[in-house]
């Protein structure tokens, strides 16, 4: 595992011009004899159908309902059957040590999420367009938030990959049908007619979309296959994994918490069985930390010289500090005093680096009295922590702010049903769940708990806010 790319590649041998056959051949069999209002029809019915994917155990001899159309039924039962299974190297020890480290940081988890991997995500600027296309910033940073959340938390919470009631598999398994159906409606067909020969196809030209509604908007958008690759190809897939395992172990780090090298193996392994049933290439998923940083810097690289050349899809200006923004603003919503609402931007600057902040507009200016509080805070929080972890080795100021911070975000983001969108009620109680059995930090003296408890919201199922 671990192969870096060369940016010489021809077509036929370059990741940005590959998919995942599986899952667009699934997609293909459902929408290539539909036209008009049928094609989004049938992505309706595939989504009724993808609902009743609740756990991992409902996967094995599933059957669609007897409603559904016998073409649409049998490939989604033929996809379920091809690419449920878990790899043949995931090592069950290796996924349970990746998830004791995920329930260990609990809500820590959930402030690098906002903080750096979403940050990351928007950096390479072909990625950042097609997400662009979701509608308005605000509207999009709930969707990203929450869907990305709907992955994470059912993949890594105990179980999620390799038990029957788990349900990282089934969310895994939806996500990767959901990349399809996009694929499919921007190109207009499947990925393999487009890039049939091993050259690419012409490119597709926008169009008037057919109505309201994000599937239409995908359709009518057009695409330059030749200039920007496949949508959602293999390369940006292995990208934004490496955004939820390396970004979130180099974070640690950075905050001075970082694991064991036996610990951030694990964790790269369990994401990387997350890769295989996403359908990324082995190739492209990597083992250890030093592969991962070669691998995530190239394939940053190559974002920034589209973003450079001025090269987006379809002919917008560049959406990265929109999008960026719209999250900063997201989180900072939710910080009471003003003099630290900058502390989002602050840590996402201080955890994603300098070139990444000012490519997602996070350089502008910040007022020079939270910039030396930030500066402060940070210097005497590692520099306590250091001090006093040599007599008390739980003990860690970091820690209680970003579990503080964590709830804040998970609570507002995630559970506030007020918000456009909203997350089925099964998920919700599933978070909501974990969250209360985060209460206590198992690694904290009991004074640091007791604190934590009066600083963070109430996260019982009862208060969440309902439309």
């Known amino acids: 595992m671990g192969v870096l790319l060369d940016p010489a590649l021809a ?16 997609v293909n069999r459902i929408l290539a004899d539909c036209d008009g209002e049928e094609r989004y029809d049938a992505i309706a019915i595939v989504n009724r159908e993808l609902a009743a994917w609740t756990g991992n155990g409902v996967l094995d001899g599933w059957r669609a309902s007897p409603a559904t159309p016998l073409r649409i039924a049998a490939a989604l039962e033929d996809y379920l059957r091809a690419a449920s299974a878990l790899p043949a190297w995931a090592d069950p020890a290796r996924i349970g040590a990746a998830e004791a480290v995920f329930v260990e940081m609990s809500m820590l988890s959930c402030t690098l999420l906002f903080c750096a991997s979403l940050p990351e995500c928007y950096v390479p600027v072909d990625l950042a367009s097609v997400l662009h296309t979701a509608g308005q910033l605000e509207q999009h940073t709930d969707y990203r938030v929450r869907s990305t959340a709907a992955m994470i938390f059912p993949v890594m919470l105990r179980g999620g990959l390799t038990a029957p009631s788990g349900g990282g598999v089934a969310q895994v398994l939806k996500v990767r049908l959901i990349h399809a159906t996009i694929r ?3 190109l207009r067909g499947n990925p393999a007619t487009v890039m049939a020969g091993g050259e690419p196809g012409a490119t597709l030209a926008e169009r008037a979309p057919e109505g309201p509604g994000l599937h239409r908007a995908l359709y009518a958008r057009g695409w330059d296959v030749a200039q920007h690759g496949l949508p959602i190809n293999q390369e ?20 001075g918490l970082g694991l064991t090298p036996a610990e951030e193996g694990a964790y790269l392994h369990g994401w990387n069985v997350v890769g295989h049933l996403l359908g990324i290439e082995p190739a492209l998923l990597v083992d250890d ?9 190239r394939l940053q690289a190559r974002g920034r010289q589209a973003a450079n050349a001025g090269a987006l899809p379809y002919g917008a200006a560049d959406p990265r500090p929109a999008l960026a923004a719209a999250l900063m603003g997201a989180m900072q919503d939710e910080i009471p005093l003003r003099p630290l609402k900058p502390f989002p931007t602050l840590l996402t600057r201080y955890l994603c680096g300098r070139t990444n902040a000012r ?6 200016q910040v007022s020079l009295f939270s910039r030396t509080l930030f500066v402060l805070c ?3 929080v590692r520099g306590i922590d250091w001090l006093v972890r040599r007599v008390v080795p739980g003990f860690s100021i970091s820690r209680l702010v970003s579990r503080v911070l964590g709830y804040r975000l998970t609570v507002k983001l995630l559970m506030d049903q007020t918000r456009p969108l909203k997350l089925p009620e099964a998920l919700l109680n599933g978070i909501a769940e974990t ?8 690694k904290a003296p009991a004074w640091m708990n007791r604190i934590e408890l009066r600083l963070r919201p109430d996260t019982s199922i009862a208060s969440r806010k309902q439309p």
């Open 11 to 26: 077509p036929a041998a370059d990741p940005r011009y590959r998919a995942d056959p599986l899952a667009d051949d699934v």
């Open 184 to 186: 499919h409606l921007i």
């Open 236 to 255: 940006e897939l292995a990208y934004t994994l490496l955004t939820f395992h390396y970004v979130f172990l180099r974070s640690l780090r950075r905050l």
């Open 289 to 297: 930390m030093a592969a991962a940083e070669q691998l995530f810097a």
């Open 359 to 364: 490519e997602l507009g996070l350089d502008g």
């Open 378 to 380: 940070m210097g005497a």
């Open 435 to 442: 969250v209360q059995a985060w209460h206590h930090d198992p």
